[in-house]
């Protein structure tokens, strides 16, 4: 199972952190990933991370702003928002997948967090 957590209501220009943890098992040598979806929208990529930290990979929406991270010992991933626009409203999925490569489809889904960005 995959908890998502940490969203909320900020002001454009403010940072979150949002975190996703697992249990029941270990993701240890999976890949991690960011989604979202915002109203109306499809669910779009946001960032992926490779198992060991290696390799990460960001939509080009929020290259330079968010930073995807994880801590195996804690089977948590991360992800840091910062310079938030509110374009960047959505619900927040995590996700878990064979590779980075295979972000594209991943294998297991968690509940959303809401992220509200205000003008």
């Known amino acids: 199972q995959l908890q998502a957590f940490g969203g909320g209501l900020v002001q454009a220009g403010g940072s979150l952190r949002l975190s996703c943890a697992a249990s029941g098992r270990t993701f240890s040598y999976y890949a991690r990933g960011w989604f979202r979806q915002a109203p109306g929208k499809e669910r779009e990529f946001v960032a992926a991370i490779s198992w060991n930290g290696g390799s990460t990979s960001y939509a080009d929406s929020v290259k330079g702003r968010f930073t995807i991270s994880r801590d195996n010992a804690k089977n948590t991933v991360y992800l840091q928002m910062n310079t938030l626009k509110p374009e960047d409203t959505a619900v927040y999925y995590c996700?878990?997948?064979?590779?980075?490569?295979?972000?594209?489809?991943?294998?297991?889904w968690g509940q959303g967090t809401q992220v509200t960005v205000s003008s």
């Open positions: 996700a878990v997948a064979i590779s980075e490569r295979d972000m594209a489809r991943p294998s297991y």
